[in-house]
């Protein structure tokens, strides 16, 4: 069928809907990711096994795996993840890397986000030389305000609920700097000003505000009933309870030993339930 029709993705999702195999598997469209947790030091891996099993299907379904673009990362602490050995198939090794994307989101395989931050803010550096020709132009600063907001600041929020809270203070000012620069670019004579005054004359918040009150909207959308992500919530706290108390949380707070590896969801239910 014609490439980029839209019956075209429609049936692709059609072959591979029964694509399955023995492990946590999320499909988007052609890009297919193969999930394994380890619980115990030195657990052995089964992800050859799994991943054998995919091959398999895509041989049945004359299909290809694309051997080049298939990458495995180990993501955990390094003392505990060291002993697991690289994959190696019948058609070639697998590529081991300490960082890949997914679905535009760079994971590291230490949960650092470090790799993802640089991503986010060159590609945004990149789009404020597109700005800086707008304003030689004499493009008025309305305009240029309603560049910014609609062409690079969603670049620096992107899918920012996933990583928002568990940024360094380094990260957060990388990344508020790229706003810093666009404003003095908008506004020439905020050079010189401090940036909370620069955001006060262009009545834009910060981005880390913003990256708040966006987390805080799509934890309300998890609350629903009806959102696909209900499921991942713990079970309700027992109403004759809560009922009782002047200030009760309806869900119990998900225990975390270290902010690192905390979740959303655990990060969510502690921060945002009382808002």
């Not at 050079?191 to 910060?206: E, F, G, K």
Request: aromatic share 10%.
């Amino acid at each position: 069928m014609p490439q980029g029709s839209w019956l075209g993705p429609l049936a692709f999702l059609v072959l591979i809907d029964d694509l399955d195999v023995d492990c946590l598997i999320h499909k988007y469209v052609d890009d297919t990711t193969l999930t394994e947790s380890l619980c115990v030091q030195h657990q052995p891996s089964n992800m050859e096994l799994f991943f054998h099993q995919l091959q398999v299907w895509a041989n049945n379904n004359d299909m290809v795996v694309n051997l080049n673009k298939t990458k495995e990362i180990v993501m955990g602490p390094p003392s505990k993840t060291f002993h697991l050995p690289l994959l190696h198939l019948s058609l070639g090794d697998i590529e081991r890397v300490n960082s890949v994307k997914l679905l535009d989101i760079i994971l590291d395989a230490d949960f650092s986000w470090k790799s993802h931050v640089e991503a986010i803010t060159s590609k945004a550096t990149q789009r404020l030389y597109f700005l800086k020709q707008l304003r030689r132009a004499g493009v008025p600063h309305a305009q240029l305000l309603y560049f910014y907001t609609g062409v690079i600041r969603p670049v620096l929020e992107y899918a920012a609920p996933v990583w928002n809270h568990l940024l360094t203070k380094t990260q957060i000012d990388q990344i508020e700097a790229i706003q810093r620069r666009a404003l003095r670019i908008i506004y020439n004579f905020t050079n010189d000003m401090p940036y909370i005054s620069a955001l006060y004359c262009a009545v834009i918040p910060s981005l880390a505000d913003r990256r708040e009150q966006l987390s805080r909207k799509f934890f309300k959308s998890i609350l629903q009933p009806s959102s696909c992500l209900f499921t991942l919530l713990p079970n309700l706290w027992d109403p004759s309870v809560t009922t009782r108390l002047r200030s009760a949380n309806k869900f119990p707070h998900l225990p975390s030993r270290t902010r690192k590896y905390q979740t959303f969801i655990s990060y969510a239910l502690s921060q945002y339930q009382s808002a």
